[in-house]
């Protein structure tokens, strides 16, 4: 754990509009890289609009690496079906949970992030700071794909000395 910033807690909420890949529906599940940690969500059957609400941790060492999804299609015979992808940084998320915030209301916006050409972010993002917790809700636009999106929430978590 040594230069560990902290954890972030990242809850595949749910897809939204995903990609038939299947004769009628697709087999969808979510595959989230950071630098050398990779995690998976389980698999939704049959269907475009998942909800997974599924918590997967990553370690926080270099905030400048992206967090990659990688959306694919459950397949039995073949090698499962690319659903999309996408990324988003992580850097003004965790220069917001860095910061002392004990004294602030909670609810209060601490930062906002805003879509871009550059990023996935489908609509405006706020990182809050509520009930003790930095928390940030996103929706991302998939790339490489003709339709969907991914919703998912962050939370930091602080470790003891980092």
Sequence with gaps: MENTLGLVRITILRGINLAKRDVRSSDPYVIVRMGKQKLKTRV??????????????????????P????????????LDDKMGDAEFEIKTFVEAAKRLLQNIPSGSIIAKMKPTRENCIAEESCIIWEDGKVIQRMFLRLRNVECGEIELQLQWIDIQGS
């Design 67 to 78: 967090i990659k999804l990688q959306v694919y299609d459950r397949d039995t015979f073949s």
């Design 44 to 65: 939704v059957r049959k269907n475009l609009n998942p909800e997974w609400n599924e918590e997967l941790t990553l370690t926080i060492v270099d905030p400048n690496l």
